[in-house]
């Protein structure tokens, strides 16, 4: 059974920093891109960042790049997001998410995670 | 960037009527290589995680109801519920998947009882 579990959510204060981790397992997950996808409270869906499964090519959306990093340890199963200079609109709920197909990052999410709360507020 | 645009933003219908949610593309999601629509649709419930039910537009995910299909091409597309059940009251989400990794959703649209 497919499972990810994110962490490391919770309160930051504005310019702050926060790493999510999140935890895969029930496949391969060296085989499988990754990607992280936020909600905010209330609001829709907004893809924030992707990494191809060897780790090699990572991608942003315009409104985060500079500021966070994506990265994983396929050695460890776990996929990471290390946030800096956060933003109040940064607050939203942040969902790990496997893509459907290996060895591609074109392909639609088939697995996501419960999500982990991320609150930017002083 | 591809803008998803869903229609109606929110819907009621009556339980075991047809509720069909559409979603438009900016542009094409069709690959002309492969003839295949880049396009999935996601149910999510309050306080969970986006579920998939459709992907290439039309193919049905292992495990979801046969009351669930997806149509279109091109720029236009459609899920529709043939019938509809309780348990199906939801927010849906097309995304694209053409462009990635900047993949889009659509804004969602609300789908309640009558």
């Known amino acids: 059974e497919v499972q990810l579990l994110e962490s490391g959510g919770g309160l930051v204060q504005p310019g702050g920093s926060l790493r999510l981790s999140c935890a895969a397992s029930?496949?391969?997950?060296?085989?499988?891109?990754m990607s992280w996808v936020r909600q905010a409270p209330g609001k829709g869906l907004e893809w924030v960042s992707s990494i191809r499964s060897s780790g090699n090519s990572t991608y942003y959306a315009d409104s985060v790049k500079g500021r966070f990093t994506i990265s994983r340890d396929n050695s460890r199963h776990t996929l990471y997001l290390q946030m800096s200079s956060l933003r109040a609109e940064d607050t939203a709920v942040y969902f790990c998410a496997k893509t459907k197909a290996p060895a591609t990052i074109q392909a639609p999410i088939d697995y996501w995670g419960q999500g982990t709360l991320v609150t930017v507020s002083s | 960037d591809i803008v998803m645009t869903q229609s109606p933003d929110s819907l009621a219908v009556s339980l075991g009527e047809r509720a069909t949610i559409n979603c438009k593309s900016s542009?094409?999601?069709?690959?002309?290589?492969?003839?295949?629509?880049?396009v999935a649709w996601y149910q999510q419930k309050p306080g969970q995680p986006p579920k998939l039910l459709i992907y290439w537009a039309s193919t049905r995910e292992s495990g979801v109801p046969d009351r669930f299909s997806g149509s279109g091409s091109g720029t236009d597309f459609a899920l529709t519920i043939s019938s509809l059940q309780a348990e199906d009251v939801a927010v849906y989400y097309c995304q694209q998947y053409y462009s990635t990794p900047l993949i889009t959703f659509g804004q969602g649209t609300r789908l309640e009882i009558k």
């Open positions: 542009r094409t999601v069709l690959y002309s290589s492969n003839n295949k629509n880049y």
């Open positions: 029930g496949f391969t997950f060296s085989s499988y891109a």
